[in-house]
């Protein structure tokens, strides 16, 4: 008989296997060389040094199951199971954001891809390297079974995601297999990065190879590519940046590389420069620094605006909509501007995700990480000034019913001094609520506001931080849990412990803010703005669902005082190897800072 704790989760009787690598081991079936076509594709997989492969399965690609599971023995790659496709390219992208890897993911034809999309386009505005593998029923009509390989076969399925993806295939050989397999690691590693998607024809998949293929040098095939700047740029850059009273930097698509974090601290140091940082990407620079320009921020801070009004040069290292955050100026900025940028090279004509034109001055077509590099070999690590040591903000825990700033405020005592990584947070997050101070304490958003990304990417970026000491903290709102909730399954099922905090107003309260605006506008009732939003009667059991997968399930947890003691033992039991969610009833509504910000957007599209 099983026990039952009193949160109503089974216990374990045996200690929990923390090895993901030692799970689902195959018997060895002792295949040594590749003898199908996917097993072609399965050994440049595993040329690409990816190490898992998160999949939901299906026909399609039943060769390629084959192959990883009896070829490779189910190792290097390694399968993640998960419960919908969204899931599997989300873990994946999530775990470039920690590595800045890809790691990669398969999905059935058609149907398994029409489920990816939404994943696809969160990675792409993110600029992530994801490998995803689909497949197709036989290309070939006379090799197709009757009904379902022909609704599960459509020409030209790259042209599904082929406007969000870097580059797509569909190889006909198995050279061909092999040589696409290697290009999509190559083109998705290569800044700027971004997801890739190759379709493998099921009848290729299956057949037998007529002869081994003659070995490659993988290494060749995809070499590095030089993403520094030219040094006459980076000379003219030195110049206007020595030569500014007020510089500016504004920190945007950077590395999760320590040395080049500590390079952003002494390149602004040594020019004295103000640094400003953003939520939409993973943390830059070290927001408790005298430097650091108000708090990071999705929206224009009037610190940002007043920063950039004071500033006679702004260095943009790619900051994300830079043209729009220069709009908030409301004309053309003053200061001479050098952007960092290689982004052009992956715009396209459907998605608008290049966002607004930018004044750019001088414009270095590099990487961040090395311009920054060159920039500081040219100025030296001096520092300009001494700077005063800021005031830590003081801890404001307003009184009142229980809110997000009070979620946050318990949470980061609960965790203390302790290494974190905020792998996710909520849309109404303030970024004065939690330092960073190093580029893993904040991985930066879901890229593509597709909302339901939260729980996977989380998932992802939690299995690429396992075993680093870092504790992996999601804070996802209850909308964003429910639509990805089954990624939680996936983080049980292969030990990949992260606590999942639910900031949980019962609402999609993100549009009742926008309802509320309408009506405002048209001189409108707006008591009915939660009509069509609020998620209650019944209100979802968030940790029940947590605790049918497997997961630990706290909460709801509806007083303040509350929170501490929830927070430990869910911290507790993150650090024994669980997953842990914990459900937090916020009172609808957001921060005043956030709902004005949501609401100044302009224009307002009133008219
Ligand atoms: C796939 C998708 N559907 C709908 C939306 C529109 N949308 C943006 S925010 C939001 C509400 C989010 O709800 P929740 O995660 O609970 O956060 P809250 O706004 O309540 O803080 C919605 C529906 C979206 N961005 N993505
Ligand atoms: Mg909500």
Not at 160 to 189: C, F, H, M
Not at 295 to 312: F, Q
Request: with cysteine; net charge negative.
């Amino acid at each position: 008989m099983t026990t039952m704790r009193r949160d109503g989760a089974p216990a374990r009787k045996a200690p929990i296997a923390n090895d993901t690598a030692t799970l689902e081991r195959p018997t060895a079936a002792g295949v040594n060389a590749p003898m199908f076509g996917s097993d072609v594709a399965a050994d440049a997989l595993r040329a690409l040094d990816v190490p898992y492969i998160a999949l939901n399965p299906g026909a399609s690609f039943r060769g390629l199951h084959d192959s990883i599971v009896n070829y490779l023995g189910n190792s290097a790659p390694q399968m993640l199971l998960c419960l919908h496709e969204e899931t599997a390219v989300a873990i994946a992208h999530g775990y470039a954001k920690v590595t800045g890897k890809p790691m990669a993911a398969a999905v059935h034809s058609n149907v398994g891809l029409m489920h990816a999309t939404m994943a696809f386009f969160n990675a792409w505005c993110d600029r992530m390297p994801v490998v995803v593998l689909g497949a197709t029923g036989p290309v070939d009509a006379m090799k197709r079974r009757p009904w379902i390989d022909w609704i599960h076969t459509a020409r030209d399925q790259g042209a599904l995601v082929r406007n969000y993806t870097k580059w797509d295939d569909q190889p006909a050989s198995p050279g061909a297999v092999r040589e696409a397999v290697l290009r999509a690691g190559w083109i998705a590693s290569t800044t700027p990065k971004g997801p890739v998607y190759i379709n493998l024809d099921a009848e290729l998949q299956e057949a037998k190879i007529a002869e081994p293929l003659p070995p490659v040098d993988a290494a060749r095939l995809m070499p590095q590519v030089a993403t520094g700047a030219p040094a006459d740029l980076v000379q003219r850059a030195v110049e206007l940046l020595s030569g500014a009273k007020h510089p500016l930097i504004l920190a945007g698509r950077v590395s999760r590389d320590l040395d080049a974090w500590n390079g952003r601290i002494a390149l602004a140091e040594a020019l004295g420069a103000k640094v400003a940082t953003s939520l939409h990407v993973g943390a830059a620079f070290p927001t408790d620094h005298p430097l650091h320009v108000g708090v990071p921020s999705s929206y224009h801070s009037n610190e940002l605006i007043t920063a950039m009004r004071e500033a006679d040069v702004i260095l943009s290292l790619d900051w994300v909509d830079f043209g729009g955050t220069l709009k908030a100026l409301g004309g053309a900025p003053s200061a001479t501007i050098i952007q960092v940028s290689m982004d052009h090279q992956v715009h396209n004509g459907w998605s608008m995700d290049y966002m607004a034109l930018p004044y750019a001055d001088l414009m270095i077509a590099a990487d961040t990480d090395a311009v920054v590099q060159a920039l500081l070999g040219a100025i030296g690590p001096k520092r300009a000034k001494p700077f005063p040591v800021r005031e830590p903000a003081p801890a404001s825990q307003p009184g009142g019913s229980l809110a997000l700033v009070h979620l946050a405020g318990a949470l980061r005592k609960a965790v203390g001094d302790r290494p974190v990584s905020l792998v996710h947070l909520p849309i109404s997050w303030s970024g004065g609520w939690w330092d960073f101070c190093h580029p893993l304490d904040y991985l930066g958003s879901d890229g593509g506001g597709g909302l339901g990304g939260g729980p996977g990417i989380s998932v992802g970026a939690a299995l690429a931080l396992k075993g680093s000491g870092r504790l992996p903290i999601a804070i996802c709102g209850d909308g964003d849990y429910l639509m990805g909730v089954t990624a939680v399954w996936t983080a049980v099922h292969y030990r990949i412990p992260l606590l999942l905090v639910i900031a949980n107003n019962r609402s999609f309260y993100n549009d009742e803010v926008h309802q509320e605006r309408v009506a405002r506008m048209r001189n409108r009732p707006i008591e009915n703005k939660w009509i069509g939003q609020r998620i209650s009667d019944p209100d979802p059991d968030i940790a029940g669902m947590a605790r049918a997968q497997g997961a630990r399930g706290f909460g709801p947890v509806k007083e303040i005082d509350d929170l501490a003691k929830v927070y430990a033992q869910a911290i507790a039991a993150v650090d024994a190897g669980e997953v842990a969610v914990v459900d937090v009833h916020i009172e609808p509504g957001y921060s005043p800072g956030v709902a004005a910000a949501i609401a100044a957007q302009k224009p307002d599209r009133s008219g």
